[in-house]
Structures are given as C-alpha cells and as structure tokens.
C-alpha cells in the first residue's frame, strides 16, 4: 500500500515556474513508477511525466517536453515535478500517482492516487 500526498500547486502567471512536490509512504518498489498527471475542467486525464523509482528513467508527454522536469529522491520517499514556461493550457488539476506504469502514459497502470493539487497558470 502506498500513500500519496502533493503538494506545491497554485496561482502562476504564464511563463513562470512551479515545482510540485509529491511525498510516498508505504514501499516503493525500484520497478515502480511515480508518474504526475492532469486533468482540466470538462477534459480527460492526461499524462504528463513518470520516473522509474529504481533508476530514474523518466519519460514525459508530448506536450510538456523541455518545460517540465521529473525527479525523485529514494531516500526521502519523495518525487518532484519542475513545471518551468508555464502556459495557461497547463493549467488543471495535477495528481500522483504510483505503481507498476509496465505502459507508461495509461493511468490504469497505477494503482495509487493522490487528492491532486490545482495548477493554475493566467496568462
């Protein structure tokens, strides 16, 4: 069982940076992946950014490539997401979330969620 909580979200104007924080409780296995993804008011869950907990092999969405960062720190249970050049369409709800990711980008392929944390980027 993994228990996860974000942190970090709020008001941003365009261009400008956030960092979500997302603490885990509970094991990580090294195979794991904590992946961060979104969802906009009337859209569907999108995926932006997972990491390998074991080796740090990341991967991101296409439309958050070059502006945002992924990254964990095993010691602390603790994953990252650097959101730099921000724009408005990036503004949603952004969770964490943890499991085996085996498909990187489908949310069905992790088995646990955090509450989310809004993200809101004007312009």
């Known amino acids: 069982q993994v228990h996860l909580v974000e942190s970090g979200g709020g008001l941003v104007q365009a261009g400008g940076s956030l960092r979500l924080s997302c603490a885990a409780s509970?094991?990580?296995?090294?195979?794991?992946?904590m992946g961060w993804f979104r969802q906009a008011p009337g859209k569907g869950r999108e995926f932006v950014a997972a990491?390998?907990?074991?080796?740090?092999?990341?991967d991101y969405g296409d439309s958050v490539k070059g502006r945002f960062t992924i990254s964990r720190e095993n010691a602390q249970n603790m994953g990252y997401l650097q959101m730099n050049s921000l724009k408005p369409e990036d503004t949603a709800v952004y969770y964490c979330?943890?499991?085996?990711?085996?498909?990187?980008?489908?949310?069905?392929?992790?088995?646990?969620w955090g509450q989310g944390t809004q993200v809101t980027v004007s312009s």
């Open positions: 979330a943890a499991g085996p990711g085996i498909l990187v980008g489908r949310s069905s392929e992790y088995d646990y």
């Open positions: 509970g094991r990580m296995f090294s195979t794991y992946r």
């Open positions: 990491i390998r907990w074991g080796d740090s092999r990341s």
